[in-house]
T-cell receptor, first 110, second 114 residues
Framework: KNQVEQSPQSLIILEGKNCTLQ??????????LRWYKQDTGRGPVSLTI?????NTKSNGRYTATLDADTKQSSLHITASQLSDSASYIC?????????FGKGTRLSVIA | GAGVSQTPSNKVTEKGKYVELRCDPI?????LYWYRQSLGQGPEFLIY????????DSGLPNDRFFAVRPEGSVSTLKIQRTERGDSAVYLC????????????FGPGTRLTVT
């Protein structure tokens, strides 16, 4: 069983709308949780990094939340743009190696 | 360039051949990571270097895979006797140190084993 589960697997939204992506994890011990954006054919780019003591972090139109008790995180994207179309990957750090989810494929359409 | 670079961007090789994939990290970054990403999957950890030494190689799938970082900067991932199942994008990342700091990824090398 994957230690980092993401939902939905894929999502299509209209430009300008908001959306929320979910991440559940079982990784333990837990060091920090990261959200990455990966454009097709590119390496992942970091959006947010949260330690277990943080419960929210924003980066422009991206806001990540973390509930370390329930081991859940979400990434909220506000006022989506066409350029937001990408895979969004939840990553949990257990000591040094990163444990990646499979990602949510987001498509923003006009 | 200020980012992580990887060469080649694409590599096609025949089953059984040997390949080397190169990663140039951001200057001054002491930590370097290799990941493998199969189609439709998230990246999978392979090995992590702190300086010249492999601090954690628990993700290497078998002894056909080996990586070096002799001078603490450039790293080479080496795959012997390639198999079709090795086909994937191999990503390299670097960070200023290990721990809760941002990792910067390169564009990856797409390896295809025919």
């Amino acid at each position: 069983k994957n230690q980092v589960e993401q939902s939905p697997q894929s999502l299509i939204i209209l430009e300008g709308k908001n959306c929320t992506l979910q991440c559940n994890y079982t990784v333990s011990p837990f060091s920090n949780l990261r959200w990455y954006k990966q454009d097709t054919g590119r390496g992942p780019v970091s959006l947010t990094i949260m330690t277990f003591s943080e419960n929210t972090k924003s980066n422009g139109r991206y806001t990540a939340t973390l509930d370390a008790d329930t081991k859940q995180s979400s990434l909220h994207i506000t006022a989506s743009q066409l350029s937001d179309s990408a895979s969004y990957i939840c990553v949990v750090t257990r000591n040094t190696p990163l444990v990646f989810g499979k990602g949510t494929r987001l498509s923003v359409i006009a | 360039g200020a980012g992580v670079s990887q060469t080649p961007s694409n590599k096609v090789t025949e089953k059984g051949k040997y390949v080397e994939l190169r990663c140039d990290p951001i200057s001054g970054h002491t930590a370097l990571y290799w990941y493998r990403q199969s189609l439709g999957q998230g990246p999978e950890f392979l090995i992590y270097f702190q300086g010249t030494g492999a601090a954690d190689d628990s993700g290497l799938p078998n002894d056909r895979f080996f990586a070096v970082r002799p001078e603490g900067s450039v790293s080479t991932l080496k795959i012997q006797r390639t198999e079709r199942g090795d086909s994937a994008v191999y990503l390299c990342a670097s960070s200023s140190r290990a721990g809760s700091v941002e990792q910067y990824f390169g564009p990856g090398t797409r390896l295809t084993v025919t």
